[in-house]
């Protein structure tokens, strides 16, 4: 059974920094590259960044590039997404998300999406 | 990265069929055939519909096809059904490498 599962949300203060995992099981997690989309409660989705299945491209939404990071770690079927400068804004829930072919290059949609983890600002 | 226009609402009444449709530009909708759309229930993750236009997912309904006309897309949902009132976002991959979604259409089953 494919599966992806978020965890590592919780609460920040503005300009803070948080790192988000994705631990991924059910399919050949190094053939696959990866996304982070997150959703502002009641709100839409926002795409925001996808790594390639060997790590070696990555892209970024204009919105937090400079700010986050993707990574990878094939040996552990987990993706990273390293947040850091945090702007009210980014205090949503954030859903890793596989990218539906094998050796893709990040043209392809998500198929399977995590159950996502929030993040929110402390007052 | 603008998002694509999709209408707040629409809806229809059981066994109808109704349109979303999602324009984009020239950059995403317009020059790739790589338009997807999501289904999400409240307090659930989203779920991959139709990808590259037209395509279902194995072992997904028939009931829900894409099309695309220059820069817009449509997904049609035909003999509505009341598991179909959802939220649905329509995708593009864009020319600057990335994914751009649109900002949702809530479908009601009156």
């Keep these: ?123 | 990265q603008s998002a694509l226009t999709q209408p707040a609402s629409v809806s229809g009444s059981p066994g109808q069929s109704i349109t979303i449709s999602c324009t984009g530009t020239t950059s995403d909708v317009g020059t790739y055939n790589y338009v997807s759309w999501y289904q999400q229930h409240p307090g659930k993750a989203p779920k991959l519909m139709i990808y590259d236009v037209t395509k279902r997912p194995s072992g997904l309904s028939d009931r829900f096809s894409g099309s695309k006309s220059g820069n817009t897309a449509s997904l049609t949902i035909s003999g509505l059904q009341a598991e179909d009132e959802a939220d649905y976002y329509c995708s593009s991959y864009t020319s600057s490498s990335t994914w751009v979604f649109g900002g949702g259409t809530k479908v009601t089953v009156l």
Aim: hydrophobic share 35%; aromatic share 14%; charged share 20%.
């Design chain 1, 1 to 123: 059974q494919v599966q992806l599962v978020e965890s590592g949300g919780g609460v920040v203060q503005p300009g803070g920094s948080l790192r988000l995992s994705c631990a991924a099981s059910g399919f050949t997690f190094s053939t696959y590259g990866m996304h982070w989309v997150r959703q502002a409660p009641g709100k839409g989705l926002e795409w925001v960044a996808f790594i390639r299945y060997d790590g070696s491209d990555k892209y970024y939404a204009d919105s937090v590039k400079g700010r986050f990071t993707i990574s990878r770690d094939n040996s552990k079927n987990t993706v990273f997404l390293q947040m850091s400068s945090l702007r009210v804004e980014d205090t949503v829930v954030y859903y890793c998300a596989k990218g539906l072919v094998e050796w893709d290059g990040g043209w392809h949609p998500f198929d399977i999406w995590g159950q996502g983890t929030m993040v929110t600002f402390s007052s």
